[in-house]
C-alpha cells in the first residue's frame, strides 16, 4: 500500500476545498491507499518537506461538508513554476521532490489548480516516468475564470458566477431607487478571459432590464464607443448599468485603465493606479456630466462560499473524488475534465484529458457569444451559465457567520518515524 | 373608514421592504383601514401624486416574503427635505400635501427612513394639528448606518452588519493563502458612525485572529500611527488585515483620504478621488513597501438580501406592524424604536418615542467600546453586535438567483374616481 499526497495551488476559489473533500474522502473509502498527507503552499510545501497529515483530522462527516464551504485553499497556495528538469537548477528541485515523495512512500499525487498547475502535473508526470517511477500525478482543475481548455467549464467558476449574477441583481435593485439619471459601472474580474463578465448579464433571465451593457475582453475595447453606447442607453432608460471586465484593452493591446492613468499621482508623487472601472467613471463624468459610481466586486468574487452554487460544490467535490479512482486504476499525467451532455436536464460527464493539453493555454469566449456591437452577450452564454450557477448550499454557521472548517498545520514526520 | 398611505426614504437598505411588508399586512389585518396606498419616491410622490395601491398586489402569503427578501426600496426613494412650514415655498408644500391627504381620504401616513425622514414626519404632524386634520403620522425607522438615537439599534444595521463579517471572514480565509507578508485594508461605509466598521470585528468571536486593527470615524484619525500600528501588527503575522470606515478624519476634522489627493489629476487633468481605502493602501506601499490591497465593500453592504440576518428581517417586519397598530390607537407624531431587555436570550421591546428627539441628531459608538489606542473595539461592542446578524433567511430563488418582488408602478386614481 502507497501514501497518497494532495496540494493546491493559484489563486482561490469558493469551491477548491470541495475538491480537497471529495479526494481525501475517496482515498479514506479505498483499500488501495494509506496514509493521506497534504502538502502545505502547494509544490513549495512538497520542497520545504511541509506536510501534514489528513485522514486524522476529520472525526465527522460534517467536517468534510465544512471544509467543502470554506473558501480559499484549506492547504495554503503558492505562485510558483517548476522550472525545466532539463536546467541545472530544475534537476535539483525534481530530485528533490522525489526524495521526498520516496521519504513519504507517495504513490499519488492530486494537484489541485490552474493552468500553471497543470504544468506541474505535467513535468512531474514526465519526470516519474522518465526516473521510472510508479508514483502518478493528477491535476484536479479549478480557476473563477474558467480559462482552461478541454473542459466545459471548471470548477470555482460556477460560485464566482453566482456571486456576480446575485450582487449585480442586487446592485440593479439599489440603482433603481432613485428617480435621476446615473450611470453605475461594475468592474468584474478576468483578465483575459470575460465568462466571468458574461455572468452579471444573468439577472437579464429574471426580468431585469440591466446591465444594459457588458464588455469582455476578447473584443477591443474603444472608449469613445462606450460614451456612445451610454448615451444610447440613456435615451430609453434613467439608470444605465455598465459591466466591464478588469481586462479590457483597448485595440493597441494596452489595458485602458493603464494607458489613461500613467501620468496619475497624488499629491506626494505616488503613483496611482485604479481599475477600469474607476477610470470610466471619470471618462463618464468628464464627457456626460450625470450621476455616476463605479463598484468593483473584488476579491468577494472568488470567496464567498456564503454563495455558493450547489452545482459547482457537487462538481468540484465528484472531480477529485474521479481524481483519485482513475489515479488507482493507473493513469497518470491526466487532468479531469468535464464535458456536458445536456442542458434540459443539465448533465455532465467527468472525464480525462491530457494535460500536455491543458497547461499553458486558455480558453476564452467565442466571438460569437459577443453581440456584434461588442457590448454584449449572445443567448448561447444564457443556456451555458444558468446550469452552472444553480442550487443553493446551506453552509454550517456559527455566531451568524459561516463555520469554516481548518486544518490543523502541524507537521507530518514520514510515515515509520512518527 | 379611512385610507393608509406608506413611503420610502432615503439610502436603500436589506431590510426596508420587510417594513413595508409588516405594515401593509396589518393594515390588510385591520377592520379600521380601507384602501393601503404606497407613494412612489418618497415625499416626492406625495407631492407628483404619484400613488400606486398596494393592497391588489399581493395574491399570496408568498409575496410578502418575497418583498421582504427584495433589497432597496420597493417604492422607490428620494432625497428631499421640506421646508420649514412658516415659509412661503414650504407653507405651499404642505397644503399640497394636505390636498393629496384629503383627495385620497388619507387618515394615516407610515414614512420609512433615516433620521431625515424623521424630520419629514414631526413636521408634517405638528403640521396636521396645527390645520385640525386628524392624520396620523408614524416615522418607521431605517439606516444601515445605526445612527439613530433613542432606539438600541435600527432596522437594516443587522444585515449590512451580517454582510461585513461574513465578508471579512471570507477575504481573512483569502488573505492566508500565500506564505508572503501582505496588507489588506478594507473600507467599510459609515461617515459619521463606526458601527458598521465595528461589524468587522466579529469575525474573531469564531477563531479568526484578524482583523487586527479597525478605525472609527469616533476617533480622529492619524496616518503616522497607522503605519506603526500596522508594523506592530507585522511582527507577529504575516497577514496583517484591517478595518477602516469611509469617514475617518484627521484630527483637523479633513476627511482623511480628501486632504491628502487635492492635487491628484490625471492624464487629461481629471480630478481622481479615491476612498480612505485606496489612500492607505498607496501609503503602505510607499512607506512599508510590502504587498498590499484595499477592498471597497461598496454598495453590497446595504443591498446584500441575500445574507439577510433573520433577526432584522424579524424586527423589520414587526416595527412596520407594530406602527400600524399604534397609529390605530391614537399616536401621531411619533417614531418606533427598539429597547433592548437582555442579550441572552435576546429580547427586544418594539415601543414608540418621541420624533423630535430622534430627528436630525446621531448616535456615535460610544467612546468606551472603542479600545484607548484608538484601534480596536472593546467586549462591549462585541454583546451588542453578536445577537443582531443572528439568523439565515432561505429566501426564494429563481434561476440559481434571488427571486425579488417588484410592485406594479400604475398609478391609482383617487377614491371614487377609479
Known sequence: MKNMLIAQSGGPTAAINASLSGAVQEAIRSREIDRVY??????????????????????????????ECTPAMALGSCRFRLPDPESAEGRAL?????????LYDI??????????????VYKLSL?????????????????????????????GFGSAAKFISTAMLEIIRDCNV???????????????????????????????????????????????????????????????????SEGVRLANGSFVAEDFQSGLVDAFGHRYLSGVGKYLENLVRDRIGCKVRSIELNVLQRCSSHLMSATDLNEARRIGSHAVRHALAGDTG?????????????????G??????????????????????????????????????????????????PQHFLLNTEL???????
Not at 502538502?39 to 471544509?67: C, H, M, P, V, Y
Not at 504513490?107 to 506541474?120: E, L, Q
Not at 452579471?200 to 453606447?229: C, S
Open 334 to 350: 491526466r487532468v479531469m475534465v468535464m464535458e456536458r451532455v445536456s442542458n434540459r436536464p443539465y448533465l455532465i460527464n467527468i
Open 94 to 102: 525534481f530530485e528533490n521532490i522525489l526524495e521526498t515523495f520516496r
Open 38 to 67: 497534504g502538502a502545505l503552499n502547494g509544490i513549495q510545501g512538497i520542497l520545504k518537506r511541509t506536510i501534514i497529515d489528513l485522514k486524522s483530522q476529520f472525526s465527522r462527516q460534517e467536517d468534510f461538508f465544512a471544509l
Open 412 to 418: 507530518a514526520p514520514p510515515p515509520g518515524r512518527e
Open 178 to 244: 432613485y428617480d435621476t439619471h446615473s450611470v453605475t459601472i461594475v468592474e468584474i474580474m478576468g483578465r483575459h478571459a470575460g465568462w466571468l463578465t458574461a455572468a452579471a448579464a444573468l439577472p437579464r433571465t429574471v426580468g431585469a432590464r440591466a446591465p444594459q451593457l457588458i464588455y469582455l475582453p476578447e473584443v477591443p475595447f474603444d472608449p469613445e464607443q462606450f460614451l456612445k453606447d451610454v448615451a444610447e442607453v440613456q435615451k430609453i432608460t434613467q439608470n444605465c448599468i455598465v459591466a466591464v
Open 352 to 401: 480525462l484529458g491530457d494535460v500536455s493539453r491543458i497547461a499553458n493555454r486558455e480558453q476564452l469566449v467565442p466571438r460569437e457569444w459577443i453581440n456584434k456591437a461588442g457590448n454584449d452577450v449572445t443567448g448561447e452564454m444564457f443556456e451555458y451559465l444558468l446550469p452552472l450557477i444553480e442550487g443553493e448550499v446551506a453552509y454550517p454557521t456559527l455566531n451568524g457567520m
Open 127 to 155: 519526470f516519474f516516468q522518465e526516473v521510472g517511477e510508479d508514483i502518478r500525478v493528477m491535476g484536479i482543475p479549478k480557476t473563477i475564470d474558467n480559462d482552461l481548455p478541454l473542459t466545459d467549464h471548471t470548477p
Open 107 to 120: 504513490g499519488y499525487f492530486f494537484y489541485i489548480g490552474g493552468n500553471d498547475s497543470m504544468d506541474t
